[in-house]
């Protein structure tokens, strides 16, 4: 039975052209909040994602079709920004208070801890060890972050100027809202993304690469899905809005 895992990998880049994929655009579809920032799949057929209005709320969404299931207040408040797990919890993060909650799928509070490097972006979960990679936009680092003790593993450089996420299995996948450019393992694949604010990939087995790639753009308020097997030719992008309201 396939399974969906959604994690980061390693720390640092390994640029290998093995692993260098040719992305195609192979879909979109409207973003169903106002506000959106941080994304995250939960299961090959649902997902969540967080609205940063003045009271931010987290969305359960159909992962292909952007129709919401459920929501609940963001605990955090103004400034909730990211947000990562596996099958049940999520982890949302505060870009301005840099606070990071562990909550249930109803949105209670099970834990909490202030992440060790201020202004936390979206981020994701590895699987193992499970850590955070932590997106930073202010430093231009990625911060992998003990999910229990919420204690500093390591940073590793970005590779544009402001990265706003991070994800990947056996891969890292960080987009950058000032180069407008989604890089996979430092290489840039995905071009003229204008504000790029939430990722995640979805992948079938523990020895695929990412299959599907999903891209929440503050500028056009959509979600592009990205695929490295599917040909189809992309869409603009259309207009730009600011990254914050």
Known sequence: MKRVITAACCVGFIVNAAMAYT???????????????????????????????????????????GSIVSSFPAPGGAGTWGIA?????????NNWTSWIYEVTTYGSVVSSFRCPIDGPADM???????????AI???????????T????????????????ACCGYQTTLIADAATHTIYENGVPVI??????????????????????LYVVDDATDRIYLYNKTVAVVPASLGRVKALFE
């Open 149 to 164: 003790t919420g204690s500093l593993v390591s940073t590793f450089k970005a590779p544009g100027s402001r990265p706003t």
């Open 85 to 93: 797990g596996f099958v049940g919890n999520s982890y949302i993060s």
């Open 23 to 65: 992305w195609h655009l192979v879909g979109s579809y409207p973003v169903p909040v106002p506000n959106p920032r941080g994304y995250r799949v939960s299961s090959p057929f649902s997902g969540y994602i967080v609205d940063a209005g003045s009271i931010p709320y987290i969305y359960h969404f159909r992962l292909r079709t």
């Open 191 to 212: 071009t003229g993304i204008e504000t790029p604010v939430g990722a995640d990939e979805e992948s079938t087995t523990d020895n695929d690469y990412v299959v599907t």
């Open 137 to 147: 936009p202010d430093r231009n680092i990625i911060a992998v972050v003990d999910e």
């Open 124 to 134: 994701n979960l590895r699987w193992f060890p499970s850590d955070l990679y932590i």
